[in-house]
């Protein structure tokens, strides 16, 4: 398989789950090789050495009969950094590195594990729908297979040894990509996700920290490791995921009966305007893609032939360009994306 179709592969966690709110569960395992500096006061020469060091083991691996392509980042274009980005296969600030880095991916891209970002290895495990607990297990195998060829920096009293303190210890974050079109809606948002923070829990929007919860989607993650296990972390964010569930479905159910002809409006204006648009910018297009899943969720409108996933990530400035293979500036941009759209709706 070349780098291009491996790139332009649909990610496991695009696929359509039976879950209308949860639409992808991950897993992160922060891990620091131990003769070297962290990332971030390691020389040129050191982070090519780790990389080689860790690009080789990982070339030779395979959890539960998978294999790993790695990708050298230093090699990559621009654009290719975006899709990697804009699919959740890599951290932006990854993608913004200069030195030498990369990513290991399955050819489903279920795992994807990052070399000098923050910490010398993430191993990331991303997975549709609600599955925090298998996407654990599947993290846990990889780091058991990388543990038994690659000394980790661990310490007895302190666990795994990160660059930032906050992922001291387990070395794990787990999250959750939730879609809450109901209580934001009914302005419920706020209330309901302000509390977690009181729980442990970071929110964040599409991508990550810093950025934006575009299309109503945000991420809900655990911000402590230290003094903590692993199964405390996940019974935790998985008990919180259940009650973001129940407001959210309380919220489109009150929808439903108190204002009908609101929300019939909001999701047939949003696929008529997906179905006939000529012009679409990044922002519109997840605001209306946003709009029309929770349509379908809802049964008022009939499924496309794409995964909501899909179409989100194939209409992203990065793999807009990659599917078309050629350089578009904002415009143009604006103008294959509203074909595509069309292309791909019911």
């Known amino acids: 398989m070349t780098r291009k179709e491996l790139l332009l592969r649909n990610s496991a966690w695009m696929t359509e789950t039976d879950s209308p709110v949860v639409i992808s569960s991950r897993v992160r395992l922060a891990r620091n090789l131990e003769d070297f500096p962290f990332p971030h006061i390691l020389s040129a020469e050191g982070a090519k050495q780790v990389e080689e060091t860790v690009a080789q083991v990982l070339s030779d691996l395979k959890i539960d009969q998978d294999p790993l392509e790695y990708i050298s980042l230093t090699g990559l274009s621009g654009v290719e950094h975006q899709v990697l980005v804009e699919k959740h296969l890599i951290s932006p600030s990854l993608g913004g590195i200069s030195g030498a880095s990369g990513v290991a991916l399955a050819a489903d891209h279920k795992y994807a594990i990052m070399v000098n970002e923050e910490d010398h290895l993430r191993i990331q495990v991303l997975l549709p729908g609600r599955q925090l607990m298998e996407t654990h297990r599947l993290a846990t195998a990889c780091d058991d297979a990388l543990e038994e060829k690659l000394d980790f920096a661990y310490r007895e009293n302190q666990g795994y040894l990160t660059a930032c303190p906050t992922n001291v210890g387990t070395g794990l974050r787990a999250s959750v990509m939730v879609h809450l079109p109901g209580l934001v809606m009914t302005k419920q948002v706020q209330q309901v996700l302000g509390a977690l923070t009181n729980l442990g829990l970071a929110i ?80 519109d297009a997840i605001q209306l893609l946003s709009l029309d899943r929770l349509g379908v969720d809802m049964g008022l409108l009939p499924k496309n032939k794409d995964s909501f996933a899909t179409l989100l990530v194939a209409t992203r400035p990065g793999c807009l360009q990659y599917i078309l293979d050629r350089e578009l500036d904002p415009s143009q941009r604006d103008e294959e994306r509203a074909r595509l759209i069309r292309e791909r709706t019911t």
């Open 204 to 283: 964040r929007g599409l991508y990550g920290e810093g950025s934006q919860a575009y299309g109503h989607m945000f991420q809900v993650s655990n911000q402590i490791t230290l003094g903590k296990s692993e199964e405390d972390i996940l019974t935790h964010l998985e008990a919180v995921t259940g009650q973001i569930l129940e407001h959210e479905l309380q919220a489109r159910e009150y929808l439903r009966r108190q204002m009908p002809v609101f929300l019939e409006d909001k999701v047939w204006r949003a696929r008529g305007t997906l179905q006939n648009a000529r012009l679409l910018t990044s922002e």
